[in-house]
Each structure stands twice: as C-alpha cells, then as structure tokens.
C-alpha cells in the first residue's frame, strides 16, 4: 500500500502562494499514477492536477492551469504543488493521492485508490 503524507497548507491572501508537499512511501516511487485533488465545502472532489512520476508531461484542471505547477523530487520521493496567485475560490482540503502502474493517467479522483490525509487551503479576498 502507498502511504502519502501532506503538508504545507494554510491561510493566504487572495494574490499569495502557497507549495503543497505529499512524502510518498511503500512502493516504487517511479512506478505511481500521482494528482492533487481538492474538495471545497459541499462540493465534490475535484482535480487538480496529475504526473505520472516516471516521466511525461502533466495534466492541470483549466481552472488553474497557468497558476499552478506540479512537480516531483523522486531523490525525496516528493511531490509538490506550487500554487501562485491564489484566489478565494481556491479555498478547500487538497489531497494526494496516488495509484499503482499500469493507471490511467487523468483528472478522475475514482482512478486512485491511495490518499493523504489532506491539508487546508484558506484564501482571503
């Protein structure tokens, strides 16, 4: 089983930034389908963004593409979230989730079968 650990969360100001961190252990870490997914108050999950962490472009949800930049340090076996000017509908847990090769490699938070414990994302107007 993966195991992924998140943190970095908290409160910004519409405008701020924030970089999000998922430790991934348990399995090979160049072998894992990998995405950040969100989930706002009374709504549904909804992703983010995803990489398959042995290579290849990734995949933004429109709704941030250009703001933010997933990326991964497989020495730290580490995947991050860099979010840049974040705005008050940002506002939600994100999660981390992950899910073994061979995976498809979208935005559908049915496809992983792996998830942190998620971290808080605040963003004031």
């Known amino acids: 089983q993966v195991q992924l650990v998140e943190s970095g969360g908290g409160s910004v100001q519409s405008g701020g930034s924030l970089r999000l961190s998922c430790v991934v252990s348990?399995?090979?870490?160049?072998?894992?389908?990998m995405g950040w997914f969100r989930q706002a108050p009374g709504k549904g999950r909804e992703g983010v963004a995803t990489?398959?962490?042995?290579?290849?472009?990734?995949i933004y949800a429109t709704s941030v593409k250009g703001r933010f930049t997933i990326s991964q340090d497989s020495a730290k076996t580490t995947l991050y979230l860099q979010m840049d000017s974040l705005e008050p509908e940002d506002t939600a847990i994100y999660y981390c989730?992950?899910?073994?090769?061979?995976?498809?490699?979208?935005?559908?938070?049915?496809?992983?079968?792996?998830w942190g414990q998620g971290t808080q994302v605040t963003v004031s107007s």
């Open positions: 989730a992950a899910v073994r090769s061979p995976c498809n490699f979208n935005l559908d938070a049915g496809g992983y079968n792996s």
């Open positions: 990489i398959y962490t042995g290579g290849g472009l990734p």
């Open positions: 348990g399995y090979m870490y160049n072998r894992l389908c």
